[in-house]
């Protein structure tokens, strides 16, 4: 994954919900692939606090990107292709 620029104005949470957005695009991530990484995963691989990786996943859940499954994680939407 990559660092936070903590010199940008973006705030990390959109940071991080830009870069998955990105890897969404790009096909990294896909509707019917494995979910998108935790909320754990994304605050250790990035370096930030669990409650900004959980904003970072609530943006994209808002966008219609990806949607939680209970007790699996955060998959890609169909709308997101």
Do not use: C
């Not at 370096?47 to 990786?53: E, H, K, L, M, R």
């Amino acid at each position: 994954m990559r660092e936070i620029d903590r010199e940008s104005r973006v705030p990390p949470w959109r940071q991080i919900a830009d870069h998955l957005r990105a890897e969404i695009e790009s096909g990294v991530y896909r509707p019917d692939g494995p979910p998108v990484p935790s909320r754990a995963l994304l605050a250790q691989a990035w370096g930030v606090a669990s409650s900004t990786a959980h904003k970072a996943l609530r943006a994209l859940t808002d966008e219609g990107l990806i949607e939680p499954v209970a007790g699996m994680g955060f998959y890609v939407t169909g709308r997101a292709q």
